[in-house]
């Protein structure tokens, strides 16, 4: 089969032909269909120093998806060729202390598709039948292939409570406006989200935020004067991984106000301890999606009215996959689709 593969230790990835995965009794073999580019592939096409000191070579990388059942192991029963279905990224031990107790997410240890195991990037792909969520027949193809970021953006979002909240998303990009879109969902009040890039902030004004501000040009101090705000910012969601953006979000929180970070910072990052400790702030990380209910609600969601259409900007057959990364990498895009159907 073709698979995209990080054949060799240094920069780019290449199109070859890999034998298809087989399966175990419990597991289930999938024919991908569209597959979504994260900056987790691109940081592995780059070969940074993370993915130099955790991928080992040769891996077929990618781990957003949606495909179609082909094969279903003897001992799965509650799957069946024909349906369509996305796959849970992070595969989990199921006997550490967290995994016994129903807490998957919180598995001690993970092994991540298409960075420890084969990923989508590929016409097929076999995972565990406990890593497969099923789609309904006739759902949008390129939404379903992105339900693992929109999974961050459901579990970041409704980690805190933000009906009727003034909240504040630091960084736009897919995730950060997927998020905004779940928050005016789930009735927040206020939503302004940043950025320093404007082809990103104009994407955000797509899913109907009160302000998209370029952190560059306007200052959350006036953003609140703007909106006729007193005491800061109710939820925070840290989707930029900057230092900068983490501390200016600090500093416009209001008292008892609740953060959740998903963004990842490329190093640590020296905060004023005392606007966490004086304010009254909770901090809460952010790692993946909860197993299953996120899933569960990211398919409610959409089923009650919820858009993330807009966030998908660029779609490329799996042959021009060079040009998705390069896409993906400039930052003028939301989410970028490889699409393996023929075509
Ligand atoms: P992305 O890199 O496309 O988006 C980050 C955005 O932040 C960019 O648009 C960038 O311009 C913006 N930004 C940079 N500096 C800023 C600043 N000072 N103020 C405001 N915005 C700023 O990433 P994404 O795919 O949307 O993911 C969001 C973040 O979440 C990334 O840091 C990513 O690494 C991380 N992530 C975490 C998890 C997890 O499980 N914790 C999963 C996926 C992604
Ligand atoms: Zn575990």
């Known amino acids: 089969m073709k ?3 990080k054949a060799r230790p240094e920069p780019g990835l290449w199109l070859q032909d ?3 995965p087989t399966i175990g009794i419990n597991d289930v073999l999938i024919r991908v269909l569209r597959t979504g580019i994260c900056g987790t592939d691109v940081h592995i096409f780059d070969w940074n120093d993370w993915a130099k000191s955790t991928i080992s070579v040769p891996m077929v990388i990618g781990h957003e ?3 179609e059942i082909v094969e279903v192991g003897s001992n799965v029963n509650d799957f069946h060729p024909g349906e369509w279905v996305s796959g849970e990224g992070h595969v989990v031990c199921g006997r550490c202390r967290n995994c016994m107790a129903g807490l998957r997410h919180l598995c001690a240890n993970t092994s991540g598709v298409g960075v420890n195991r084969p990923g989508c990037f590929a016409e097929f792909i076999a995972l ?10 006739g759902m949008d193809r390129d939404v379903a292939a992105i339900f693992d970021p929109f999974g961050n953006a459901v579990h970041t ?6 009906l009727g909240e003034d909240v504040l998303i630091t960084g736009a990009g897919p995730i950060g406006i997927m998020a905004a879109a779940v928050a005016r969902h789930a009735g927040a009040r206020y939503i302004v989200i940043t950025d320093l890039n404007d082809y990103r902030l104009e994407l955000a004004r797509k899913v109907r ?3 998209a501000v370029n952190a560059r040009e306007t200052s959350l101090k006036d953003v609140q004067k703007k909106l006729g705000m007193k005491e800061g910012f109710d939820v925070g969601m840290e989707m930029s991984g900057s230092p900068a953006a983490f501390r200016d979000m600090l500093n416009n929180m209001a008292h008892g106000g609740r953060i959740a970070i998903l963004g990842i910072p490329s190093g640590e990052i020296a905060i004023d301890w005392h606007e966490v400790i004086f304010n009254m702030l909770t901090l809460k990380g952010i790692y993946g999606r909860e197993m299953y209910e996120t899933w569960y609600k990211m398919t409610v969601l959409l089923q009650s009215g919820l858009d993330i259409r807009p966030v998908i900007t660029h779609r490329f057959s799996y042959k021009d996959f060079k040009e998705g990364f390069r896409v993906t990498a400039s930052g003028n895009s939301g989410k970028v689709i490889l699409n393996w159907e023929e075509l």
């Open 157 to 162: 979002a409704l980690t805190f409570d933000v």
């Open 3 to 5: 698979a995209l593969v």
């Open 65 to 67: 998806f949606v495909g």
């Open 209 to 211: 935020v009160d302000l």
């Open 128 to 137: 565990p039948m406990t890593n497969v969520w099923r789609h309904e027949r």
């Open 18 to 20: 890999v034998p298809e």
